[in-house]
């Protein structure tokens, strides 16, 4: 579509940091395109193997493109966010690295699987010869603002001003809100994914570079706590017409019953569909989903895993 402004993805950065000389300026209300590198940086591509995995320099992981500097933006405003259009690549890719991701302590070999999917008609994407077929909602993993403290901050975290939610219903249509820490704001956004379940469980989606259009626009007064957002519709309905085979972990700890739940699932996967444990792993962060099912009758609360049927009928 066509946009008041457009930033290219060479004009990216590492880390959130306020000291950041704006790429733009803009009016509140104007649209800019955003071209956007993978969260690799572009140190992986559709031919990467997984000897290029093992040689990521980490400090090059989820550039994000920009800042965007709002004429008027005060700290106490907000930044109101709607996502106009994706146009996807066609490439992405989904590993796991060792030392990260929820089951990390289970899971200390690499791998990576390269997907190819159909910009045209953005069918579901194939997981190899696994019959598994990944229903695609691109989205911006991160997207966010400058923070108050000064210095270089990690891009890794999530923020207080946004930064590396991986919500992916951060997708077209949807209203983001963004609270103002410094003057400008300093927009910013990034890690664009394909497909993610929540909770992105082995820490990487469906990693891919897309163009993002987007309109910001200035809340005054807005005094938010944290950010917030309006999706323009239902959420699930790509995932859920076949329904979900679901898993729980359950006791007084939410990350293990989260653990569990999620290892419930790989199992269950390795033992019907005779996938390896680790593509079962890699499945479930593109489209599975964590829920906090209970969490008051304590001392045990209860963190369920549902995994589209969809994926494999």
């Known amino acids: 579509m066509k946009c008041t402004h457009t930033i290219h993805d060479h004009t990216c950065h590492h880390g959130w940091n306020n000291a950041n000389a704006p790429a733009i300026h803009i009016k509140p ?3 800019i395109e955003f071209y956007t590198q993978d969260s690799s940086g572009g140190q992986l591509n559709a031919k990467s ?3 290029d995995l093992s040689k990521l320099d980490f400090s090059k992981v989820n550039p994000v493109t920009g ?12 930044i109101k966010v709607t996502l106009l259009e ?3 690549s066609g490439w992405g890719w989904t590993a796991n690295i060792p030392g990260f991701g929820l089951l990390s302590d ?4 690499p791998a990576l699987h390269i997907w190819k999917y159909d910009v045209s008609s953005m069918a579901p994407a194939l997981f190899g010869t696994s019959g598994a077929r990944i229903p695609l909602k691109p989205f911006c993993g991160t997207i966010g603002l400058a923070p108050a403290e000064a210095g270089q901050h990690s891009v890794v975290p999530p923020r207080r001003m946004g930064g590396n939610l991986d919500i992916r219903d951060i997708a077209t249509g949807t209203e983001l809100y963004l609270p103002v820490e410094v003057a400008g704001g300093l927009f910013s956004l990034g890690d664009t994914h394909a497909a993610q379940g929540d909770g992105e469980v082995c820490g990487t989606a469906i990693e891919s570079p897309c163009t993002v259009a987007a309109k910001l626009e200035l809340v005054k007064g807005a005094n938010l706590a944290f950010p917030r957002f309006t999706t323009p519709g239902p959420v699930t309905r790509h995932l859920d017409s076949k329904g979900y085979e679901v ?6 700890d939410l990350m293990q019953g989260a653990k569990d739940a999620v290892s419930g699932m790989i199992d269950l996967l390795t033992s019907r569909y005779k996938l390896n444990a680790v593509d079962a792993y890699m499945l479930c962060s593109v489209c599975g989903d964590l829920r906090i099912s209970e969490i008051v009758d304590m001392p045990n609360w209860v963190v369920s895993f549902y995994f589209p049927r969809i994926i494999f009928e």
């Open 29 to 31: 209300g104007e649209t």
């Open 49 to 51: 193997t997984l000897a």
């Open 67 to 78: 800042p965007v500097y709002i004429d008027g933006a005060e700290p106490g405003d907000a």
């Open 86 to 88: 994706f146009a996807a």
């Open 106 to 109: 289970q899971f200390k070999d």
């Open 247 to 252: 898993t729980t972990g359950i006791g007084p």
